[in-house]
């Protein structure tokens, strides 16, 4: 309970919607039109169940089968959806927690009426909503309307039938993949697999009550899906087996996905509809009690309270800022980043300058975009004409003077300080005065950039992740002068673009790169000390990581990094002391890889050997581990064997800590912040609730702050093993019983 009420707090932070869970009034109001009953959902914004809701709902069912007038009842919501489930900020209040009828009560209750009961659905229907849906008789969407079980995403089962019933109105395969998935399913999908007996058009509701008329005293008996058959055959037992191996694979780590195959597993092997609930609700009680459920769930509230930005210094004048309306953008530099920002601009509305320096560059850049757009098509995202239409709204030019009146500029190019400082200096004399001049750098001084024009209030960093118009993180850096209208339009671009924004302060490198040096630097020195590529890689994947670090800078080009360390100073000239930089520990093992041509996937060898450049099935290559060894004997390091728990805590507790001197500089505002930075950014496992999450909720922060000062202990020269003040001052707040360190 006490880990519900934090979530809460945080839900209603966010501002999500308004708790109706204390209403007096009814959510659910009856009406009629001729002989159908009309049963609508009033509980805005999107009619969620909370206990008025469903205690109005089911008294609503009852006095339609009452009324001897009534032949056929149709069950919808008001305002933009149907219905979107639980009502979760019941969780806190003990008397509505366990207060009848609940969800799975309801649904029995609307299912068990004896005149047939119409659910006419529109806009998103998720989770209990869909539950609510399949105790009625029939389910009609109308055509622009989606549909989804998303409880997954939050650690739990569909608890309220759902297991047992879409197995019984869809094919075993289908259900698996809509229930594991979470997907959103559009209205067209859902009636080719079942779940959906008819697609309405504009008039749904028209539409819906006529078709309640015409199978008004029809027998409710066969359209009861709890005593519908779950399909089965020989080939089940083989469907599920693969379904775990597959689920599996994906879910990383994450339980929920397989326990959700199990629970539909039981629909097909019980011996009734009742047993199988039975095994629905003893899954659903034992992932609501771990501590996987309280991380995605703690996940899904931060993502949204992140938006409700804010900074430090906690000034007035950012509570009341407001962005100015992004009419039109323009990118500088057609390469891969550039033109990812552009398709982010593009697929958003926004008509957008693709600049270059010259016509060849440009062309490639166009090509590029073309091209995405093609995979689109291809894949049945969008149609020919929506690629077009978005096609025409990228404006390619070579020349500055055509950016004059756009309100946001962003720049892409290599990461050169001087390059980005002239550029900006140009726009700065070209641009109107209200446009926003924005760098996509990942490390450089935002504050050095905007020196170089005059107006440093509209200076910010826009820093989007690879491929931009994919990854839905963008990481928006303040400068000390950027005004509070440039972040506000920064932030709401970024929610227009569909992008998990995070604000953060200027610094080297910013959050989530600044966190990520400690990290890759340790799985570096781990190289050298014993350990090798595939050995740590497998550790941080079974950590649950979308991919180790070494697989991870082969994707993205062992060159990228290489630029910004030569950037940095410190790449040095040959016959100097490769292993000490800056007076600190330093492997020069990546530099090397990058000098010999080593790059990464697109090379087709980097720390592992794809086979051919563009090649993404990595293999074990002798050569980069005769590389280590030299690299090894060089440094006059003995290797030694390291076991697989320090590499997860050398490559991990320095991040973490590093998440903790961000908070303490005040270069990220909270630890909803830094997660949200490495769930979206870096492929963190959900799961685990993010870098800082997993350190006080899972670990414990008196461990890893034990960890930490042991490896600062055996690593003083690392500035990142040294203890982060806030970290210790937390422990000591929260665990003032922990023992001195």
Not at 36 to 64: D, G, H
Request: charged fraction near 25%.
């Amino acid at each position: 309970m006490l880990r519900a009420r934090k979530l809460v707090q945080l839900f209603v932070k966010s501002n999500l919607c308004t708790s109706s869970a204390v209403a007096s009034e009814a959510m659910a109001t009856l009406s009629k039109r001729g002989q159908v009953a009309v049963v609508t959902l009033t509980n805005p914004p999107l009619n969620v169940l909370s206990y008025p809701t469903r205690a109005s709902i089911v008294q609503s069912i009852k006095e339609a089968e009452q009324d001897t007038s009534v032949k056929s009842i149709v069950l919808c919501g008001s305002g933009r959806a149907f219905c979107a489930g639980a009502d979760i900020t019941e969780f806190t209040n003990p008397e509505l927690v366990f207060k009848e009828p609940h969800l799975i009560d309801v649904t029995k209750a609307v299912e068990a009426c004896s005149k047939p009961v119409v659910a006419v659905m529109h806009g998103t229907s998720l989770g209990g909503g869909v539950e609510l849906a399949l105790g009625c008789h029939y389910r009609l969407i109308h055509k622009a309307g989606k549909i989804g079980l998303p409880e997954v995403h939050i650690g739990l089962v569909p608890g309220a039938t759902g297991t047992q019933k879409v197995p019984r109105v869809m094919s075993i395969p289908n259900a698996i993949d809509m229930i594991t998935s979470g997907r959103h399913i559009s209205a067209k999908e859902a009636h080719k697999m079942g779940i959906i007996d008819k697609v309405l058009e504009d008039d749904y509701m028209e539409q819906g009550v006529a078709f309640a008329e015409s199978i008004a005293g029809d027998p409710v008996g066969p359209r009861r899906v709890s005593q519908m058959p779950v399909k089965v055959d020989e080939t089940t037992p083989m469907v599920f087996k693969m379904a775990y191996e597959k689920v599996a694979a994906k879910a990383r780590g994450m339980y929920s996905p397989l326990f959700c195959v199990k629970a539909i597993e039981a629909a097909t092997k019980a011996s009734s509809f009742e047993e199988g609930l039975k095994m629905e609700r003893h899954i659903s009680e034992f992932l609501g009690l771990g501590e996987q459920s309280g991380a995605l769930q703690y996940a899904f509230f931060s993502e949204r309270a992140v938006s409700k930005w804010h900074v430090p210094d906690g000034s007035a004048s950012y509570k009341t800022a407001k962005g100015q309306e992004v009419k039109s953008a323009a990118v500088i530099g057609a390469g891969t980043m550039g033109v990812g920002i552009t398709m982010s601009m593009v697929m958003a509305g926004i008509p957008t300058y693709l600049t270059e320096q010259n016509q060849q560059y440009l062309d490639k850049g166009l090509k590029m975009v073309q091209g995405i757009l093609a995979h689109g098509v291809k894949q049945g995202r969008m149609s020919e004409s929506k690629a077009q239409q978005i096609f025409s709204l990228v404006r390619p030019t070579l020349t500055y003077n055509d950016l004059k009146d756009v309100d946001v500029v962003v720049e892409a190019v290599f990461e050169n300080m001087a390059l980005k400082k002239e550029i900006l200096k140009t726009l700065d004399g070209v641009c109107k005065p209200s446009a926003i001049l924005a760098s996509n750098t990942s490390t450089l001084d935002i504050d050095e950039m905007a020196s170089a024009t005059t107006r440093p209030d509209k200076v910010m960093g826009m820093h989007f992740f690879s491929p931009a118009h994919i990854m839905k993180l963008l990481e928006n850096v303040r400068g000390k002068d950027t005004s509070p209208e440039t972040m506000a339009t920064a932030m709401d671009l970024g929610k227009r673009l569909k992008k998990i924004s995070v604000l953060v302060g200027n610094c080297p490198a910013f959050v989530g790169n600044r966190m990520l040096g400690p990290y890759s630097r340790e799985a570096i020195f781990l190289l050298e000390e014993g350990a090798l590529p595939n050995e740590v890689d497998q550790v941080l994947e079974d950590f649950g990581l979308a991919m180790g670090l070494c697989r991870m800078g082969d994707l993205a080009g062992l060159d990228v990094g290489y630029k910004s360390r030569k950037e940095y100073g410190y790449i040095q000239r040959e016959g100097q002391d490769d292993f000490i930089r800056k007076g600190e520990r330093y492997s020069p093992l990546s530099d090397w890889m990058v000098e010999n041509g080593r790059l990464g996937q697109k090379a087709g060898k980097g720390f592992y050997n794809y086979g051919k450049p563009g090649g993404r099935k990595p293999a074990v290559d002798p050569e980069v581990t005769q590389m280590i060894m030299e690299v090894s004997e060089k440094a006059g390091i003995t290797r030694r064997h390291i076991p697989a728990q320090e590499i997860l805590e050398r490559c991990l507790y320095g991040l973490i800590n590093e998440g903790f001197k961000c908070l303490e500089e005040q270069i990220a505002s909270s630890d909803e912040d830094i997660d949200m930075v490495w769930l979206y950014g870096y492929g963190w496992p959900r799961h685990t609730g993010g870098p800082m999450y997993y350190a006080k909720n899972i670990v414990g922060l008196p461990k890893v702050l034990e960890r930490i000062m042991f490896y600062h202990f055996e690593h003083p020269n690392s500035p990142y093993w040294k203890p982060s003040q806030l970290l210790i001052d937390r422990v000591s707040e929260e665990h003032p019983h922990a023992s001195k360190l």
